[in-house]
């Protein structure tokens, strides 16, 4: 069964310093994968997604996220943090076959200014 | 952009009652799903539908739940007898294949 894992439960990062949110993946075969962002009492909002092809995707708001097979991860990075950017940040898998997307716990970022 | 809307924002009901969480999907979106997020955890996949059927559905989807489009544009989430463990986040989502768009949500309050 697909899953993800996100080890960390709080990124703490200076305005600034660049940002990086850890994302671990399971799957069968080729996986689909996704970045979410989910502000307080808001829903989930798409941040990017890879499917196939290059391996870095840029996504929105200058965020973007490096597929590697061999590590069997997708970390989502940011060269220069913003204090807009604290969130609870969400990573998600699909396993080519089925339509549900598989989601991490999430990782809180907090953008210290 | 298109959106998805989800009503109400918020609902609170007693234990037993049944409640309907409403979602208005993408309309040329042909999958439309429902996910919920309990305080401080996952989102959690509950069930997907296509073709006016339900194409998968996850153990947390038991015969409480149940899921229509009962006309053109909207699509429902029903839970017959709410339980105090139904309080939770749920999100509606709608997608062509690949690109999926989530709601802003229903906090369900149970109590």
């Known amino acids: 069964a697909q899953s993800v894992a996100q080890p960390e439960d709080q990124v703490n990062v200076a305005e600034g310093n660049p940002l990086t949110v850890k994302c671990t993946y399971s799957v069968s075969g080729n996986p689909y994968l996704f970045w979410y962002v989910q502000y307080p009492n808001r829903g989930l909002q798409f941040l990017l997604k890879?499917?196939?092809?290059?391996?870095l995707v840029k996504g929105s708001y200058g965020f973007e996220a490096e597929f590697n097979k061999s590590q069997t991860s997708f970390h989502l990075k940011k060269p220069s943090a913003l204090v807009s950017d604290s969130a609870l940040y969400f990573c998600a898998v699909r396993e080519y076959g089925n339509n549900r997307l598989a989601f991490g716990k999430g990782n809180q970022v907090v953008v210290i200014p | 952009e298109p959106e998805v809307t989800q009503t109400p924002s918020h609902q609170v009901t007693q234990m037993g009652q049944e409640v309907i969480l409403r979602c208005v999907p993408i309309s040329n979106h042909l999958y439309f799903y429902w996910y919920r997020q309990i305080l401080g955890q996952k989102v959690e996949f509950l069930v997907s539908?296509?073709?006016?059927?339900?194409?998968?559905k996850s153990e947390i989807f038991d015969d409480q739940f149940s899921v229509e489009r009962p006309d053109g544009s909207n699509f429902t989430l029903k839970i017959r007898s709410t339980k105090l463990e139904d309080s939770a986040m749920y999100f509606c989502?709608?997608?062509?294949?690949?690109?999926?768009?989530f709601g802003s949500g229903t906090r369900l309050t149970v109590v």
């Open positions: 539908f296509y073709n006016n059927e339900i194409s998968e």
């Open positions: 989502a709608s997608s062509e294949i690949l690109g999926y768009t």
């Open positions: 890879y499917i196939t092809g290059d391996n």
